[in-house]
Nanobody, 127 residues
Framework: QVQLVESGGGLVQAGGSLRLSCAASGRTFSNYAMGWFRQPPGKGREFVAAISWSDGSTYYADSVKGRFTISRDGAKNTVYLQLNSLKADDTAVYYC????????????????????WGQGTQVTVSS
């Protein structure tokens, strides 16, 4: 069974940084799209970033572009999200997700396109 396990969340001051990890297991993830989504308190789930496992192409929400960086380590089956210049509005539960092919860049930001999800890790940014 596919498992996605997030880690690395915590409390950080505005302007600080965190690095989130998503350990993936149970499948060969070549050709998958791997994504990060977040759910702020009292709000719905929103797209953050995604990466193609095969070629490393990346996609970002406008709200995080230039501040967050998504990457993957194929040898470790792990996806990372580096969060820099954090703002209070970044406070949310962050979820790792994965979807097999076929997928396209047109839908990579849509949560409904993802088949597998982790349990989330809390990121809290104090102002």
């Amino acid at each position: 069974q596919v498992q996605l396990v997030e880690s690395g969340g915590g409390l950080v001051q505005a302007g600080g940084s965190l690095r989130l990890s998503c350990a993936a297991s149970g499948r060969t993830f070549s050709n998958y799209a791997m994504g990060w989504f977040r759910q702020p308190p009292g709000k719905g789930r929103e797209f953050v970033a995604a990466i193609s496992w095969s070629d490393g192409s990346t996609y970002y929400a406008d709200s995080v572009k230039g501040r967050f960086t998504i990457s993957r380590d194929g040898a470790k089956n792990t996806v990372y999200l580096q969060l820099n210049s954090l703002k209070a509005d970044d406070t949310a539960v962050y979820y790792c997700a994965a979807t097999p092919p076929p997928w396209t860049s047109w839908v990579v930001g849509l949560a409904d396109e993802y088949e597998y999800w982790g349990q989330g890790t809390q990121v809290t940014v104090s102002s």
